[in-house]
């Protein structure tokens, strides 16, 4: 079965200094994975997937994700964080047994401070 | 284009009572799936509708059950409310499971 866990609970960074929320995941076959963010009162929005192309997958608002298969890692990264990025963020697996059935992790909530 | 649109925002009910929440797909979409997101938790699958069938199912107990309506839009009903079934309930549509799934901002269940 496949799964993600995300290392972290809670980040907290400073404006402008990088952002690092750590996923792994766990999959039998080559898996398709995204991150989603999610702000208060609002729906998840997709910031970038992986679909066994390109291992840097560049996503929306200047993150980036790499699929790392030796470590099983999905970590998403940010060189310099904006007040705007604080959400919550989710790793997410697709159900390879088709119909885009999401596995979601924990998520981890971002914090940004002047 | 509307997105995915889903009504009521927040709902409060009694232990007990029955709940419906209702979802209308981005434009184009077919394909419509629920998902329950407990609070501090990530969002657990339901189930998902395609061609007014129940398609897939997660690990949710006979309670939750749903339809699906031939305009695509897709109602998720609960039975027999439990304090536990509180969170926000989520809808992603999407066309064929081939696109990339859109998100509803949720309807937000108390049950008291």
């Known amino acids: 079965a496949q799964s993600v866990t995300q290392l972290d609970s809670h980040v907290s960074v400073s404006e402008g200094t990088p952002v690092l929320l750590r996923c792994n995941y766990s999959?039998?076959?080559?898996?398709?994975l995204f991150w989603y963010v999610q702000h208060p009162n609002k729906g998840l929005q997709l910031l970038l997937k992986?679909?066994?192309?390109?291992?840097l997958v560049k996503g929306i608002n200047g993150f980036e994700a790499e699929f790392k298969k030796s470590e099983t890692s999905f970590h998403l990264t940010k060189p310099s964080a904006h007040m705007s990025d604080a959400a919550e963020y989710f790793c997410?697996?697709?159900?390879?047994?088709?119909?885009?059935?999401?596995?979601f992790g924990a998520g981890t909530r971002l914090a940004v401070h002047p | 284009d509307a997105g995915v649109t889903q009504s009521p925002t927040h709902l409060i009910k009694t232990r007990g009572q029955q709940v419906t929440l209702r979802c209308s797909p981005k434009?184009?979409?077919?394909?419509v799936s629920w998902y329950q997101q407990a609070l501090g938790q990530g969002p657990q699958f339901i189930f998902q509708?395609?061609?007014?069938?129940?398609?897939q199912r997660g690990n949710f107990p006979d309670r939750f059950s749903g339809h699906q309506f031939p305009n695509y839009s897709s109602e998720l009903n609960v039975n027999a409310l439990l304090l536990g079934d509180s969170a926000l309930y989520l809808c992603?549509?999407?066309?064929?499971?081939?696109?990339?799934?859109?998100f509803g901002q949720g309807t937000r269940l108390t049950v008291v």
């Open positions: 997410v697996v697709s159900d390879r047994g088709g119909y885009n059935k999401l596995i």
């Open positions: 509708y395609y061609e007014e069938e129940e398609r």
């Open positions: 992986y679909t066994s192309a390109a291992t």
């Open positions: 992603a549509s999407d066309h064929r499971s081939r696109t990339e799934a859109f």
């Open positions: 434009s184009g979409h077919d394909t």
């Open positions: 999959s039998s076959y080559s898996p398709s």
